[in-house]
């Protein structure tokens, strides 16, 4: 971006205010940047499921329906208000159609209270959930078959990660467009969606570096148990989404989809009243 760029943002300092062009349905990047995920976005737009002859992909996994908003502080100013907020959003999230019948992967949940990096719990209170799939492979040894028909392989998790009132999730990254009007922030070689009910701009214009992060976006007058902000992100590396070779597929690309077809603003009405 040119200095005068820069320096007309400074006279707008509201992220929803910067350079858009339309980039694909749902998506608005600044400054004419591609969105890398709408094609992942398509794929399970269409609600299909992945086509293979591998017996692993279309075998059904484990499921759970069990909250799991996992440790942390478990008393003070707002924590198990919030951890009930948080509850109630995980057990939609495993209600998603991409989620609720598991086929190719299991999943799991897990969650906790607290900041990120530890320390005592803020005002407002933070913590967060997240629901996971692991790949199946039934030629893996390891893998169980329960009594219901259910396969699990044990490995790594890709999570749909949620967490309310986190800053450091925010510090040190920039906003690149937004997704169905709601804050889409780069992270690494993905992005992260930001729902934002503070009611004051996320980021504000620090030429000629982008951002930087509104240092009073937290009012720690309102009460401590109101979710401020959500991020919400998936784990794992996007290796290859820009290139369009990540298998959509995959349980990083059925994430990717989750993250991008869940209606998030209806999900935090429900959950929090001050929703704005």
């Known amino acids: 971006m040119t200095r005068s760029g820069f320096s007309r943002l400074l006279l707008l300092p509201l992220l929803a205010c910067a350079s858009l062009v339309q980039a694909g349905e749902g998506a608005r990047m600044f400054e004419g940047a591609p969105f890398y995920a709408q094609y992942i976005v398509d794929y399970w737009r269409q609600a299909r499921e992945p086509e293979s002859a591998d017996p ?108 309310a009132n986190e800053l450091d999730d925010l510090r040190h990254r920039q906003p690149v467009g937004r997704w169905n009007d709601i804050a ?38 309102r009460p401590a148990e109101e979710i401020q902000f959500l991020t919400a992100r998936v784990t794992g590396e996007w290796r290859g989404v820009p290139q369009k070779r990540m298998d959509p597929g995959g349980t990083v690309g059925r994430m990717i989809g989750v993250l991008f077809l869940t209606d998030w603003k209806k999900l935090l009405k429900e959950i929090e009243p001050s929703s704005r």
Do not use: C
Not at 110 to 135: K, L
Not at 139 to 146: L, P, Y
Not at 200 to 220: E, F, H, I, M, T
């Open 56 to 163: 692993s992909r279309s075998a059904p996994g484990w499921t759970t329906d069990q909250i799991h908003t996992g440790g942390g502080p478990t008393s003070g100013p707002g924590v198990q208000a919030l951890r009930a907020k948080l509850g109630r959003l995980q057990g939609e999230l495993l209600r998603h159609p991409l989620l609720r019948d598991p086929r190719g992967f299991s999943m799991t949940t897990s969650g906790s209270m607290g900041p990120v990096r530890g320390g005592p719990m803020p005002v407002p209170a933070t913590g967060g959930i997240g629901v996971g799939a692991y790949p199946l492979n039934l030629s893996d040894t390891a893998t169980r078959r329960r009594a219901d028909g259910r396969y699990h392989t044990p490995g790594e998790a890709t999570f749909l990660e949620v967490r």
């Open 184 to 221: 889409l922030v780069g992270r690494g070689d993905g992005y992260m969606l930001v729902l934002n009910n503070s009611g004051r701009p996320l980021y504000l214009a620090d030429p000629p570096y982008g951002y930087r992060l509104n240092p009073k976006l937290l009012d720690s007058s």
